[in-house]
């Protein structure tokens, strides 16, 4: 019993500081803030041992990669690597899939110039091993995952343009102006994750600071970016988040998002969107070079958030993280969700907040990235 429930903490420790942004592998080194950029400069065969295929990709690249492997099989790292041996080569799964990286990337690089449209997901769709017989169904397989490409603009011509939804999503949480009162907020509550249940904070300060601290059997697990660079919480020690992170955390970090979404993003289209909930919604999609690919579920309804669906951009395919909002109260003159939901290919949790409080002060130093000596 005691070896199943620490088993079960290292899980729940690992959604929980992963919070918002993507999931880290179990390969991955504690970064400190000196040696976060120096890492960015490198490429994954200079910073990582025995890179064969994958080489020439930047190093905070690899990860992600990997992750998106992981999830596309829905296996661990341990299905190619030997554990805590990373770069040992005796697997057979680990040859295999050099093969079939190589492979992808030709098909990709032959056929769809160099744009990642065929990927691991493709044929595993989840399972180690694709199947290669069709499977006699009732009715037509409905598609796994988010979808990720546009479909025909021409039969959406009909609906509300992006910027009346937008419009009406900031009306529908309190105005501009109100929103604009705000400049913090502290909400308590309870992190669900695994069957288990923890106390954490989150702690916002406007325009673009958040921290969420989690207590999983008595620990601390932080997730941090303070508007410039972001950290959080691994078993070895701190990791400091590459620029892909730092792009999908400072989204979440956003105070103002329904009056700040025109300045994080350049290109909206509307399409019609899945029903949330017994809800129908209109669905944004959100374009920038410079920021994950968004997508925003509206209730057609009321105008309030229901889905965002975030698309971190791998040299492999697409990790997708999905969060579900829900529980809309009104506090200090602006609604906010007192409930939501994360959810990877690897796993969920959902966060209910039982207490919030705005305009208080809130420690700077909670805001102060870990020292460069070891990040404790």
């Known amino acids: 019993m005691k070896h199943a429930s620490k088993a079960k903490w290292q899980v ?9 942004i993507g999931i880290l592998s179990a390969g991955a080194q504690p970064q400190t803030q000196a040696n976060a950029s120096s890492q960015t400069q490198k490429t994954a065969g200079q910073q990582f041992k025995n890179i064969q295929v994958l080489k020439d990709i930047s190093a905070e690249q690899l990860i992600p990669s990997m992750q998106f492997i992981a999830a596309s099989l829905g296996v661990e790292c341990e299905f190619c690597h030997v554990e805590h041996q990373m770069e040992k080569d005796d697997k057979k799964e680990k040859q295999t899939a050099r093969k079939m990286i190589e492979m992808e990337l030709a098909i990709n690089k032959s056929h769809f110039n ?16 694709p199947v290669g017989v069709p499977i006699g169904l009732a009715e037509a397989p409905k598609p796994a995952g988010p979808h990720v490409h546009d479909e025909d603009a021409a039969a959406h011509a009909n609906l509300p343009t992006a910027d009346q939804i937008l419009d009406k999503y900031l009306a529908s949480v309190g105005g501009a102006e109100a929103l604009m009162k705000i400049k913090s907020r502290v909400q308590k509550g309870n ?17 673009n600071k958040r921290i969420s601290v989690a207590h999983p059997q008595g620990r601390s697990s932080v997730t941090a970016f303070n508007g410039e660079v972001g950290w959080l919480s691994i078993p070895n020690g701190v990791h400091m988040m590459t620029a892909p992170e730092r792009e999908a955390a400072s989204i979440d970090a956003q105070m103002n998002l329904p009056s700040g979404l025109h300045d994080l993003y350049k290109e909206f289209r509307v399409r019609s969107g899945e029903e949330i909930n017994g809800r129908a919604t209109y669905l944004v999609l959100a374009r920038d070079p410079n920021m994950p690919l968004l997508r925003l579920y509206f209730d057609q309804e009321t105008g309030l958030l229901l889905r965002q669906v975030r698309l971190m951009e791998t040299p492999l395919g697409r990790n997708p993280t999905q969060i579900d909002y829900a529980d809309y109260r009104e506090t200090g003159g602006v609604k906010i969700p007192y409930q939501w939901t994360l959810m990877r290919p690897n796993g969920s949790f959902t966060i209910k907040v039982e207490q919030v409080q705005q305009n208080v002060p809130i420690d700077e130093k909670l805001f102060v990235p870990p020292s460069s000596e070891g990040g404790k």
């Open 12 to 20: 729940v420790l690992g959604l929980v500081s992963v919070f918002g």
């Open 191 to 207: 992190l669900e994750a695994g069957g288990m249940q923890y106390p954490i904070e989150v702690y916002s300060q406007a325009p």
């Open 114 to 129: 160099n744009e990642v449209e065929v990927t691991c997901y493709t044929c595993h769709r989840g399972a180690p091993h």
